[in-house]
């Protein structure tokens, strides 16, 4: 499916990029086949809001790009994939380190294919949960993902 970045450069790289890495998030773990993403919000001083909580926009950033990248690592060159939106629920007030895990799978890679074997655009929603320290969960997300063909690569 074309080549892919190094999943461990990858995390290194996003940890360290400058609206992450001033937000305070960090990947902890992702798996070399883009499969699999662990992204952790520890709460500090710089990322809460005005009541003490985690600030909300930090947490809509933790879940920003990670489908995005997986289906790009996984797809190839051939195919654009965007992010085209999201909504996010804010279940509970976020009041310690909060994680997000993002998973794709052979089926999910398979219907995405086969949407988009004739060359028309696929637009479909992935959902990702931030999850606290307690195991409790603080905010729902519902990632939505557009991809297609590149124009060459097209019936």
């Not at 600030?55 to 797809?75: E, H, K, R, W």
């Not at 629920?89 to 089926?107: H, L, M, Q, S, Y």
Request: glycine residues 8%; proline residues 5%.
């Amino acid at each position: 499916m074309g080549s892919k970045t190094p999943s461990w450069l990858v995390k290194h790289l996003i940890s360290l990029w400058m609206p992450y890495l001033g937000a305070g998030i960090k990947i902890e773990e992702i798996s070399p086949d883009y499969r699999y993403i662990k992204v952790c919000l520890k709460q500090s001083w710089y990322n809460r809001n005005y009541v003490g909580t985690q600030f909300g926009g930090s947490l809509y950033a933790m879940t920003d790009p990670f489908y995005m990248l997986m289906l790009i690592n996984n797809l190839g060159q051939d195919y654009y994939v965007w992010d085209k939106g999201a909504t996010i629920d804010f279940v509970a007030p976020g009041k310690t380190k909060v994680t997000a895990e993002f998973r794709i799978n052979d089926e999910i890679i398979e219907k995405v294919l086969k949407e988009t074997a004739s060359g028309e655009k696929y637009i479909f929603d992935l959902p990702v949960q931030v999850i606290d320290a307690n195991g409790e969960l603080v905010a729902s997300v519902l990632k939505k993902l557009y991809v297609r063909k590149k124009k060459k690569d097209r019936p």
